[in-house]
């Protein structure tokens, strides 16, 4: 047995189709993130396809240099699927045929009204001195091989089938590997630009090993990953974080939008909720992305009550009652009009706030007063009406998407801190 | 040398980003691409750390195993990028300063009017005997180093410098490892099950190993991915499957809609274009995502004109007109909504054609004579409107998803094929 205090793992993903163009390994990610929460890392992640002698040379090197292996698919019943088979042959071992299996393949055939194919008795077989581990919602059970120190899991290809066996009957039988236990927070903010997060935070990284701290940015959004790692439990994990935790809320202040891994259209649609308010959208550039995400939110229809996708000027005279002259002096791309939107939607929908975007998405459109990422965004309540002046850069849906993240945060935070910026200043 | 005719090819990914749940390495996919287009394919993939043992280890295992080895990553200017150093050493090479390169990093930092920092120094050692493979786009050059059969090419990690570099750098030096010439050629259908689809081509899988066909499923949409592979000529590889893809294409009918692999959203806005027509949306379980994927196309505002999103009852009644008695009638999710949503707007909008959303896209909300995936979709035109009742099967957004395809494949047939099912034909 080699270092048993931290084991050697490799994750081993098994399929040709993961050798072409199309296809991604995510199952190794769900298992990272299982084994980070034991205080486990993975060390290697190798991706072979569904021959033989590749097959066997991989098996063979984990067996040599991992404690750990987890091999994920192959276990189906057609002859591409060759997993136990091969992992048989690498580690010198036979395999047995298992009547309950069978039995248990059968029956769930039987309950969805179908008849077992004869290529399905394949999956009763098992490596000999293996553990079988129940496939609830599958037909492949998982297998753990557990020899001199070093223990192989074999594990089924599809997503869900791999999510729940692992967590039912991996887990529990991992907590004899667990090295301690992981904290672990994410705050989401926006409002603030990667490079302006990491000037703030620049002081706060954690000089212990078993703390940490990452930024991950994506347009619109930031995320701050923080792990707390502790030997003993998982309290004194989280009591770890805790005041690094306090210090980043305090530096991140109101940019700071979920704690609890909350999309933007969640934290919204639980403000407006709680303060019964009800809110309309009018959408130029963003083209309906802002009602689609505030409506992506279950129950939604509580608080959103309509919108209106203004992309003609004609749509924005008539729908929304704008004054043409307006348009005409200055421009559908403008303060004016996008004040004028938010106002004319929350009067027409009767609704509490009125939410409105009208830029320039690009790639085409942009002039040097108005370049493309231009974007105003606008809310109207009842009685005041903020606008921001925005210039994102990125592509088309990039742009769009930004926008109605912006939109998003200035309801945010008029309901939570009534302090967006006030029309005078950006005009 | 192993195997002249046929190399054996790894791809070693290396970052402990990549050894974290968050990050994939998608840069492997874009590679095996380019390498199948010369006939190749990859045969390993290995994910490594940051971290000198393993990355030796996996270094010398490949020097051993493969004739062909792309290290992706590790170049950087960090004390944590250590490929170069690292690979050298499992070569048993050496490195060497070149004075050109530095001038190069230097002259990149001076035109974005920056001062290179002492770190980007690493950047200009280069393993002796390897050809420096220019970087357009970044400080790090890639490094080609070839000895006794065995190629190595080092390549930086971030997508844009790699690609850049791969296409202007890597694949002319291939020439002399192309195997064949491939051609590709994607079907994207929608209308018709993944099943109904794999019985409709069943007896079409070629039985030659020199072309492939593979089926691609998607909420909504079906990709059938033809490839196929000539020793002598892009040409003779592209005759080679024109009789399969017109099979196939005799077969998929009006389901297929596109071969150029457009987005459906990208197909009718060229026939709305072509036709001088307009369109406006009327959306409401959907809550925007048509129009937005309508308007994620450059140029949309030439023949997208408005849309409404008509959560609420009342909106429904105020902005499209329609009778109360009615919705009270039928309720919301009915034909007969659908279809006077599809009026209404047209009308409203004066646009050539009015594309209506209504349904329960859940998870709440479903009944069992409206279960969740009940959605009506109708299509309204000049003399005629047409409604289809679609059951789909999914989460909420892939609800939504599927129904604003439907919707827009309803244009689609119409405009082309004018074949849409009549409203009395599903009430």
Known sequence: MRKKNSPLIETIAVGSELLTPYYQDTNSLYITSQLNDLGLKVRFKTIVGDDHASLLSCFKLAL???????????????????????????????LEFRNDLLDYIKSRFQRRGLIMT???????????????????????????????????????????????????????RMEKYRKGFNARKVLKITGITESSTETLLSDLYPKSPEIELSVLAYPG?????????????????????????????????????????????????????????????????????????ITNIPGSSKYFLQGVQVYSNQAKTKLLNIDEDVIN????????????????????????????????????GGTKEKPVGLVFTALSWNNGTKVEKNVFVGMRVSVKSQATQKAMDMLRRQILFKNTKQRKDIL
């Open 64 to 94: 040599k240099r991992a404690d750990l292996i987890f091999i994920i698919g192959g276990l189906g019943p057609t002859s591409d699927d060759m997993t136990r088979e091969v992992f048989a042959e690498a580690s010198g071992r036979e």
């Open 329 to 364: 002096q200055h421009g559908a791309v403008s303060a004016s009009v996008a004040e004028l939107m938010a106002e004319g939607i929350r009067k027409i929908s009767e609704s509490d706030f009125g939410l409105a975007i009208t830029g320039i998405a690009g790639p085409e």
């Open 221 to 293: 959004q930031i995320e701050v990953h923080i792990t707390g790692h502790s030997f003993s439990s998982l309290e004194n994990a989280e009591s770890m974080i805790d005041p690094l935790v306090n210090s980043l809320k305090g530096r991140l202040k109101n940019h700071l939008f979920s704690e609890n891994n909350e999309e933007l259209e969640e934290v919204i649609g639980k403000l407006l909720l709680k303060n019964n308010y009800t809110l309309s959208t009018a959408e130029s550039c963003t083209g309906g992305l802002l009602g689609h995400r």
């Open 118 to 172: 004869s290529s399905n008795k394949k999956q009763a077989f098992v490596i000999k001195g293996s553990e079988v581990i129940e496939n609830k919602v599958g037909t492949a059970p998982g297998l753990w091989i557990e020899d001199s120190g070093i223990t192989a899991v074999l594990l089924p290809g599809p997503p869900i089938e791999l999510k729940t066996l692992f967590e039912s009957g991996v887990m529990p």
